[in-house]
């Protein structure tokens, strides 16, 4: 009989852990610092195509890339408590379906980074993306698991998301500055024409004519999904699609922002409102 007993028990499968577990496990591991250049500079994370996309980091867990790479610091982006606030789409891959744990971490200064999971819930020090869900759904990234979220920071500087999962642990870096030049205060644009990945635009009522390259902002085009950052694959636009235009400026030469094709309407400064 105790033989058969133990025959019965090396034979059994291995006991799953619970939530809890899983959640504890995930929680025990150290909050750690990226490491920064030889010379001090922030070590942003390289940006990645996937699918229709682009995406920051090594995966299988990435934010979607456009702001977060370098990240404006506006007054008009920042709350009444001192926060400013960028949305952050997390993506997680078809061949990873367990639980993630993702916390925030300055590289170097004083910065705080917390989380919001939407509009008005509380901000937290951590964001728990639960195994086998998703929180949305949307064309651009294959078939994937989305997280739609906030990301809040106090201050300019160097951060890093920690991505912590079931077999995997790293950190998606990015940095936080003021913008060397400010935009004018625009609210809508017509398109003109296109020279490869540079396009050529009006702003409305001022004859005010701006180049775009498409490679170095983030894009979305609402005339199929108006949440997946397409960036230089952007199809082919008519002199009647309206571009929403926010927070383009240049940074270290080069120009970074957000532009959206056809999306609802916008107000001065590129702010969208919902319909």
Not at 179 to 191: F, G, I, K
Request: glycine letters at 12%; a negative charge.
């Amino acid at each position: 009989m105790a033989l058969a007993q133990k025959m019965a028990s090396l034979l059994a499968p291995p006991t799953q852990p619970s939530n809890e577990e899983i959640w504890q496990g995930l929680e025990s591991r150290p909050l750690e610092l990226p490491e920064l250049t030889a010379d001090g500079s922030c070590p942003v994370s390289e940006v990645e195509p996937l699918g229709n996309g682009r995406v920051l980091g090594p995966g299988p867990v990435h934010p979607v890339a456009g702001q977060a790479v370098l990240l404006g610091l506006f007054s008009s982006a920042r709350s009444e408590e001192g926060w400013y606030r960028f949305k952050t789409l997390w993506i997680i891959t078809a061949d990873y379906d367990g639980a993630v744990l993702i916390r925030g971490v300055a590289g170097r200064g004083p910065g705080e980074l917390r989380f919001q999971r939407g509009t008005g819930s509380t901000s937290e020090p951590s964001l728990h993306l639960p195994a086998n869900q998703s929180w949305a759904y949307g064309a651009g990234y294959g078939d994937s698991r989305q997280f739609p979220s906030t990301t809040n920071i106090d201050s300019r500087g160097c951060y890093a998301w920690q991505v912590d999962g079931e077999g995997f642990s790293h950190h998606v870096v990015f940095s936080a500055q003021e913008p060397s030049v400010t935009a004018p205060d625009w609210s809508r644009a017509r398109y003109l024409s296109r020279s490869g990945d540079v396009l050529l635009i009006v702003l409305e009522g001022k004859q005010q004519y701006i180049t775009i390259d498409l490679g170095h902002v983030a894009v979305f085009d609402c005339r199929s999904d108006c949440f997946s950052d397409i960036g230089a694959g952007l199809e082919a636009l008519r002199p009647d699609d309206e571009l929403c235009i926010g927070f383009l400026y240049l940074q270290d030469g080069r120009q970074a922002g957000k532009v959206w094709v056809n999306r609802y309407t916008c107000e001065a400064g590129g702010r969208v409102i919902p319909p």
